[in-house]
């Protein structure tokens, strides 16, 4: 029978805001650019990238891939993390929280790293800036112009997805140091308050 009081609440909580996360990101991006007046749009998340470049959409083949690869992550940690809350005492339950409370930390991590990285070679490459967060004016090279100068407003900005990102690693981080508390033993209880 199911014990209200041996379920690990945090880690519930935590299993729903990655489903819902998951759920949520597929339309929803975490980040975005537009370049112009709708010139180049970029709407990103790991489980859903979309680009769109003069009204024409595209897909790159390695990001796809690298979004199939994140929704199965995703959905096997917030199932994972499901079933361990709420048979924390289990045997198997500590390898379960330690497979699923990685994930939503690694995919903000991972996300995070990518588009520094991308702003980062579009700057070494192309010669201007990307921004983060925020608008600006960007001058592109001469070179790419042929002798014009050319200035672009660039912005772009984290959307309410990727918020509940950091919340759902968050709850998963706070799950794994709770799981401690939820399993002393009786044993070792009342081993403490003897002394």
Known sequence: MLQLNKINLIGLLAAITIIALLIISITVPWWSLVVGDNLVEAKVSPVNTYF??????????????LNIASI??????????????????????????????KK???????????????????????????????????????????????????????????????????LSIVAKFYHKKITVSPETTSKQTTQ
């Open 52 to 65: 769109n470049f003069v009204g024409d959409s595209f897909t790159i083949p390695l990001i796809w891939a």
């Open 104 to 170: 939503p930390l690694y995919s903000v991590v991972f996300f995070l790293v990518g588009l520094f990285a991308t702003t980062f070679l579009v700057k070494s490459l192309f010669g201007f800036q990307v921004p983060l967060l925020g608008s600006i004016t960007s001058v592109m090279p001469v070179d790419m112009t042929q002798g014009a100068t050319v200035s672009i407003l660039m912005t772009a900005g984290f959307i309410w997805p990727f918020w509940i990102a950091i919340a759902a690693a968050a």
């Open 72 to 101: 199965i992550s995703m959905t096997a940690g917030g199932i994972t993390m499901l079933i361990y809350s709420i048979k924390p005492e289990e045997a198997y339950s500590k390898r379960l929280l330690d497979f699923a409370y």
